[in-house]
C-alpha cells in the first residue's frame, strides 16, 4: 500500500509514534501497514497523503476538502492512534536502522 514511501520519512514518523528496536526499515513499515490495516480509510488516506505522498498540509486540505488546520489535526490524531496503537515488539531505535 505505502510503496512510495521514503526511508527517511519512515524513519522520523516510526519514531515520532515511540517505535524503537527494530532493524529494517521495511520492518517497521510493514507493521505501520499492520496498524494502518485497522485503522479508518480516513487515517489510512491521511497516512498516505502525507507520508506518503509527501502532501502538504495544505495540500491535504484542498483535496479533502478541509481547512488547513483540521488537515494538521487530522495527522495529529494519526500519529496519537498509531502511537497509542503500537505495541511493545515494534519498537526500534532509528538509530539502528
Known sequence: MFNGIHE???IN???DIGCVNMTKPRDALRD???LLDH???EMQQI???RLV???SYAEIAVTQGIS???ARKKVQKLRK???SAVPEKFNFQASQI
Open 8 to 10: 527517511n520519512t519512515l
Open 13 to 15: 514518523f516510526a519514531a
Open 32 to 34: 505501520i501497514g499492520r
Open 39 to 41: 485503522s479508518t480509510p
Open 47 to 49: 497516512f498516505q497523503d
Open 53 to 55: 505522498e509527501e502532501k
Open 68 to 70: 488547513e488546520s483540521l
Open 81 to 83: 492512534h498509531l502511537k
